[in-house]
């Protein structure tokens, strides 16, 4: 395996870990609050289960979109209005609200010289 390989599996591993990681908070969430909450009813149980799951699909989601944000095309896709290439403009913030919640993504932004307007590429 050269260097490169090397460094892109350990890399992988790293990714893996701190995903498994935030699953491993939210059932460690879970688990204290039952245990701290010995009368609760089924229905608070399952709102405390919910909530963890809330948090651990807004995370997971970042956590992808994240990754695929780093895979970034080069060059440029064409702008929809006058098809010159857009520039990338590096990452920009954007609150984003999905089935799986409200969340905050870091995404590639483009933006063409011509038109003077920006996009964040569907993926
Ligand atoms: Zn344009």
Redesign the pocket.
């Known amino acids: 395996m050269t260097e490169h390989e090397e460094l892109v599996k350990a890399r992988e591993a790293e990714r893996q870990a701190a995903l498994e990681d935030i699953a491993k908070e939210c059932i460690a969430e879970v688990r204290a609050w039952s245990v701290a909450h010995p009368q609760a009813k089924w229905d608070e149980l399952e709102e405390a289960v919910l909530q963890a799951r809330q948090r651990f699909g807004e995370r997971l989601l970042q956590a992808v979109v994240e990754e695929r944000a780093e895979v970034r095309p080069v060059p440029g896709p064409p702008?929809a209005?006058?098809?010159?290439e857009?520039h990338y403009k590096g990452p920009k913030s954007r609150y984003v609200v999905s089935s799986l919640g409200e969340t905050q993504l870091e995404r590639g932004y483009y933006y063409?010289p011509?038109?003077k307007?920006g996009v964040f590429p569907p993926r």
Not at 81 to 84: L, S, V
């Open positions: 702008c209005q006058c098809g010159t857009m063409c011509q038109c307007v």
